[in-house]
Every structure is written in C-alpha cells, then in structure tokens.
C-alpha cells in the first residue's frame, strides 16, 4: 500500500511540475523601434594669412577641403616668413577628438613648416571652433641660395578627428 501512495505522490508531483513548466514557458516579443540623432561634421572654414614678413606671399589661395588646408608660399630671402590662422569649427553634435595630423610637404631644405596651438588628442566639442597657426619661413640656416624651382614650397596639413569616447 506504501508503494501505490509513493506512486501517487510522485505522479501528483510530476503534475505540478509540468503544469508550472507550461505556464511559465510562454513567449515574449517585444517589439520596438530606435533612431540615432546625431551628426559628424568637423571641418575647416576659414584660413586667413596673418603676419607677413619681408617678400614672402602666397602663390595661390590655400586651398581647403572639410578637413585638410594645402599652402602654396613663394619665399625670397632668408627671414621672409607667412603666418596662417586656420578655424576648424565642429558643426556636428558630436565630440571630436584629434586622432593625429598629417603634413606633407615639397621637401625643400630652405624651407621650414611649423604648427602651433594644436595638438593631437584635442577635444573639439560640438558647436565648438579652434584656430591654429601654420608657420612658413625661409630657412636661415641654408647656405647656398635655392634655384629658382625650389623657391617656392607646398605644404597639406590634414587633420584627422575621430569620435571623442
């Protein structure tokens, strides 16, 4: 008789068991949508030629793409420099860091390029602007005077902005 109560118990148990399984092995969808609203627009928007000293003077108007600035300088003599100011405004909704800055230049010895008040890792927060300066001067320290060809000097300055985490 103990047998057939065990039984009876252990089939009632089962019962519950596979009753509770039932009910709690119901599907769930769930169902929605999501956007992103944000933008990316880093660019440069104004380049101004700030301080000239001696002869020197642009052979062209830089030329400027959203994010890279190319300088054409005609230089004559040794001291004669051009400043620039270039503006890079974030017109976007998000933070931009400054990832790294590319320069390629025409190689010419007699000719320095420097940048000044930038710096790679920089933040350029949203609606935000920075200027920076681009420095081009004859080398004082060239001994012989370049030949005609190489009086003048190209330089791109490509700045590479990454999305600040």
Known sequence: MKKKYIIFFLIGIFSVMAIAFAAFSTTLNITGTASI?????????????????????????????????????LLYIPSDSIKYKVTV??????????????????????????????????VLKAGDSTDFNVI????????????????????????NYVQNA
Do not use: C, R
């Open 37 to 73: 609203d944000s933008n990316w627009k880093i660019k440069i928007n104004n380049v101004v030629t700030e301080v000239v000293k001696g002869k020197a003077k642009n052979e062209s108007t830089p030329i400027v793409t959203d994010t890279s600035v190319t300088f054409k300088t």
């Open 136 to 159: 081009v001067t004859y080398n004082e320290d060239v001994e012989t005077q370049p030949t005609e060809e190489n009086l003048t000097a190209s330089l791109t300055v490509k700045l």
């Open 89 to 122: 405004v974030n017109e976007g909704s998000i933070d931009a860091k400054l990832d790294s800055i590319e320069m390629t230049d025409s190689k010419n010895p007699a000719i320095n390029f420097d940048l000044t008040n930038i710096n790679e890792n920089s």
